[in-house]
């Protein structure tokens, strides 16, 4: 049974935005953070956004701030990457993450590719 299932990647023009989910399973608890982190092809895994859930504020990598918007529902079960003016160094791979007492838990990934 998959615990981090993520939606919402696809083919976009510079410019253009994509809104992604991940569905968290409630049999996870105990969660500390929620974030998206993303790999383009020979590059290693980097962390694009990070949202605590016990308080705290939200980070961002430097490369889109101002840009791209994470969030997620009170419930804990949802977050979301809002990705506006997309550019084609976005391409990648994006992985939803959820950090806990009992350890790290990745989606399997949604593949976003931006053409210029």
């Known amino acids: 049974q998959e615990q981090l299932v993520e939606s919402g990647g696809g083919l976009v023009q510079a410019g253009g935005s994509l809104r992604l989910s991940c569905a968290v399973s409630?049999?996870?608890?105990?969660?500390?953070?929620m974030g998206w982190y993303r790999q383009a092809p020979g590059k290693p895994r980097e962390l694009v956004a990070i949202?605590?859930?016990?308080?705290?504020?939200?980070n961002y990598a430097d490369s889109v701030k101002g840009r791209f918007t994470i969030s997620r529902n009170n419930a804990g079960t949802t977050v979301y990457l809002q990705m506006n003016s997309l550019k084609p160094e976005d391409t990648a791979v994006y992985y939803c993450?959820?950090?806990?007492?009992?350890?790290?838990?990745w989606g399997q990934g949604t593949q976003v590719t931006v053409s210029s």
């Open positions: 993450n959820v950090r806990g007492r009992n350890g790290d838990y």
């Open positions: 409630t049999l996870i608890v105990n969660i500390y953070t």
């Open positions: 949202i605590p859930t016990r308080g705290g504020s939200t």
